[in-house]
């Protein structure tokens, strides 16, 4: 499966984004996906993860209650919402999938990963 990251840009402090993973290849439906996030000198981190269907979530304590992941299977499309987006959360945002039914928050276990969309959060 290919995957491809989009709806990166500027934003204020307390503002909202949307970002986009698109996949192609392969049966879409069948794969988990996660986003994770990278910042200039840092580790990869996560951020949201949803199931094959949408019916689990799993989110980092960072974000539960402003981000909100889900998808459309019919569009072969991940959503990610962010809103009340911090300084601290620019980096560069990634989505990645995975066969396998359990939801992961360690980024090695997914094996097939988008490009990256950039996120700077400045007044």
């Known amino acids: 499966v290919q995957l491809q990251a989009s709806g990166g840009g500027l934003v204020q402090p307390g503002g909202s984004l949307r970002l986009s993973c698109a996949a192609s290849?392969?049966?879409?439906?069948?794969?988990?996906v996660g986003w994770f996030r990278q910042a200039p000198g840092k580790e990869r981190e996560f951020v949201a993860a949803i199931s094959w269907t949408g019916g689990r979530t799993y989110y980092a304590d960072s974000v539960k209650g402003r981000f909100t992941i889900s998808r459309d299977n019919v569009k072969s499309t991940v959503y990610l919402q962010m809103n009340s987006l911090k300084p601290e959360e620019t980096a560069v945002y990634y989505c990645?999938?995975?066969?396998?039914?359990?939801?992961?928050?360690?980024?090695?276990?997914?094996?097939?990963w988008g490009q990256g969309t950039q996120v700077t959060v400045s007044s």
């Open positions: 290849g392969r049966s879409f439906s069948s794969y988990a």
């Open positions: 990645a999938a995975d066969a396998r039914p359990r939801l992961y928050s360690n980024y090695v276990e997914y094996d097939y």
